[in-house]
């Protein structure tokens, strides 16, 4: 039997910034991988001062963020569905939502459409947010509620039947990925071996709020470094939202691979029996779970 898994993400790039090594990595081991972006990333703004596509962005940013992602998909070599939900960007404080964006459409209308991709898709393993989204944007932070909303409501047969049998997810996580604790260890690594590297002065001054941020559980290492170069391919396929030099995102891969050659997540639910620290998180699935 095929080994599963579905992350649920909540604009297009961020499953490139966060777990595309790992997805890279359980489809060269014949795992099934799909993404769900629930929104279209509209009105995400243009974070590259060398886009190419600028024009296009101006005129059409979710039409650039579809091609995009197409792009950073057929890199990773995924499956992809789109939610199909409006972006509700990032409002400045006291600017209300949009009234049709992601984060105002009610949870048991939002989450109906992740109902009906996980009884077809029918995941062992899912990967999301935590409650706070990884950062408090209202999309990641909604992402996270649509997530565990359908999980639950996808396992009930006495809820939205005619979406298909119920299907029970076994593992659910959340993304742990950049950590202070990963930064801290390429950071240092790369000072020790090349101390005159161009990225080291942006490096430090990321250095102090990222000690600022507090240290998330991380209960699952994968090894991935040898897809750390498939990560930054399918990261720099949106860019609309990345330069190709980032201090942020690209750094030496020799020296992550040295120095952090995972990517960290933490068991949020299991329905197996599993030993933490895990390095697979389809630790404990067997045969029987699988059906």
């Known amino acids: 039997m095929t080994l599963r898994l579905l992350a649920v993400h909540a604009h297009p790039d961020d499953e490139s910034s966060k777990g595309a090594a790992t997805y890279a990595y359980y489809r060269s081991l014949g795992a099934e991988v799909m993404v769900v972006s629930c929104t279209g990333g509209e009105r995400g703004d243009i974070q590259n001062d060398s886009l190419v596509a600028s024009a296009m962005a101006d005129r059409d940013m979710g039409g650039l963020r579809r091609i995009e992602m197409a792009r950073a998909q057929a890199t990773m070599g995924i499956q992809h569905r789109w939610l199909g939900y409006m972006d509700s960007g990032l409002p400045e404080n006291g600017e209300a939502l949009q009234p049709q964006s992601f984060a105002m459409i009610p949870l048991e209308i939002s989450g109906v459409p992740l109902v009906k991709v996980i009884r077809e898709f029918r995941p062992h393993v899912v990967v999301t947010y935590d409650e706070n989204g990884g950062y408090p944007h209202p999309d990641h932070i909604r992402t996270h509620a649509v997530a565990m909303w359908a999980i639950a409501a996808a396992a009930d047969p006495a809820q939205l039947p005619e979406w298909g049998d119920a299907w029970q997810v076994q593992k659910v996580y959340y993304d742990r990925i950049i950590n202070p604790e990963r930064f801290t260890a390429v950071y ?67 020296i992550q691979r040295a120095a952090w050659p995972t990517e960290d997540f933490e068991l949020a639910s299991s329905l197996v029996d599993t030993t933490l620290p895990e390095s697979d998180l389809f630790a404990g699935i067997t045969d029987e779970d699988q059906s």
């Open 188 to 254: 240092e690594a790369i000072l020790e071996a090349q101390p005159q590297h161009p990225l080291l002065p942006a490096l430090e001054e990321m250095r102090g709020w990222m000690g600022d941020r507090v240290s998330p559980t991380v209960t699952s290492r994968v090894p991935v470094a040898d897809f750390f170069d498939v990560r930054d391919e399918a990261l720099r396929a949106h860019s609309s939202q990345v330069p190709h030099d980032s201090p942020f995102f690209f750094w030496p891969n020799e």
